[in-house]
């Protein structure tokens, strides 16, 4: 684990942010409102660079089991990089913030930050866990028992401005900070992120291999027996 210091190169990240005005090689203009972090998992090749990215904005570490994203390896049937972050859901959608214990709820989306925040002095942390099983999306973790509380992901938001930093580090362009409502025809588009890696692997298996498992001789999927999209897609 390798310790910098936060004040100079953060900063010196923040100040190239402000000059571009926008986000990736295209210099997209940042989204207004209820914003999200979007994942192109085709496009992930596993370096973890986000991982750090985001553990040293919030950290000053290069420790990527303090980032908020997370990427994890599943067969499709090649090993694959399935990245998860949280989506920010919609008000009917936070199963997290509805499985919290505590009222008022320690894991909640905070209307004027426009992202989900965590009361990190008052929660029961990884001996709870009730949100993180809750996420759809495997979008919550904790790392006991120095940070012991509800990571997730903020947007790296800072004094009002978010400017999440993962997706200016991806060196594949894997990643996408959109609007919740990019899709006119959708009320939110968080729903189309929000599925565990073991649901987003069993579609990209179907996508890249459609001849299925039992073709290569598989007879068990390695994936989650609880997963849901799989269950559908039986």
């Not at 980032?67 to 920010?88: G, L």
């Not at 509380?149 to 947007?155: E, G, I, S």
């Not at 004094?159 to 580090?169: K, L, N």
Request: charged content about 30%; hydrophobic content about 30%.
């Amino acid at each position: 684990m390798c310790h910098t210091p936060k004040n100079r190169l953060d900063e010196g990240a923040d100040e190239v942010k402000e000059e571009k005005g926008g986000w990736g090689v295209d210099n997209v203009p940042y989204p207004e409102g209820s914003s999200l972090v979007c994942t192109r998992d085709l496009l992930c090749v596993g370096c973890g660079i986000c991982e750090l990215a985001c553990s040293f904005h919030h950290y000053g570490l290069l420790n990527r089991e303090l980032s908020r994203i997370k990427i994890q390896k599943r067969m499709t049937p090649v090993s694959k990089s399935i990245q998860s972050v949280c989506v920010q859901c919609g008000p009917d959608e936070r199963e997290c913030q509805k499985a919290c214990p505590l009222d008022p709820p320690v894991i909640h989306f905070d209307s004027e930050k426009k992202h989900m925040d965590v009361d990190t002095e008052r929660c029961l942390g990884h001996d709870c866990g009730r949100c993180a099983e809750a996420c759809g999306g495997d979008a919550i973790h904790f790392y006991p028992p120095e940070h012991d509380y509800a990571l997730v992901c903020d947007l790296c938001e800072k004094a009002g401005t978010r400017r999440p930093h993962c997706m200016d580090a991806c060196p594949r362009q894997a990643l996408e900070y959109m609007s919740a409502r990019t899709y006119p025809f959708l009320k939110d588009a968080q729903h189309l992120w929000r599925i565990g890696a073991d649901e987003k692997a069993e579609l990209i298996h179907k996508r890249t291999y459609p001849l299925g498992w039992d073709s290569l001789g598989v007879t068990d999927k390695p994936f989650s027996e609880g997963s849901r999209r799989a269950k559908r897609l039986d």
